[in-house]
């Protein structure tokens, strides 16, 4: 998956779908899932925003773990995505136990 495609085109759903398919991880693929149930989205629909959300909000030190990563992938694409979905399912996680009515730090609407 290259990366500048992937970025280009997440924002359809199909595609979206697609791509969390290819990453062939079944266990992120089911967190996704619950996550998007949770928040009244498609599972799609949650990889679109996650990599948005990751993009405004993630730290320096969220993007310096990506840009490792990256230097260290046979498939740049996949493993952006998978970061920034990790990294969406996270700061969740930190959200619902610190009492946010938030996603990610950005008010739901």
């Keep these: 998956m290259v990366l500048g495609e992937l970025l280009e085109r997440l924002g359809d759903e199909v595609f979206a779908a697609e791509a969390l398919i290819g990453l062939g991880d079944l266990a992120l693929m089911v967190e996704v899932e619950k996550a998007a149930e949770h928040f009244h989205e498609s599972t799609p629909a949650y990889a679109v925003e996650a990599v948005r959300r990751f993009e405004a909000f993630a730290d320096d030190e969220d993007w310096v773990s990506l840009m490792g990563a990256l230097g260290?992938?046979?498939?740049?694409?996949?493993?952006?995505?998978r970061h920034m979905l990790a990294w969406s399912l996270r700061t969740d996680r930190q959200d619902e136990a610190a009492g946010c009515s938030c996603k990610n730090g950005a008010l739901r609407e």
Excluded: H, K, N, V
């Design 72 to 81: 260290r992938s046979e498939d740049p694409g996949a493993t952006c995505l």
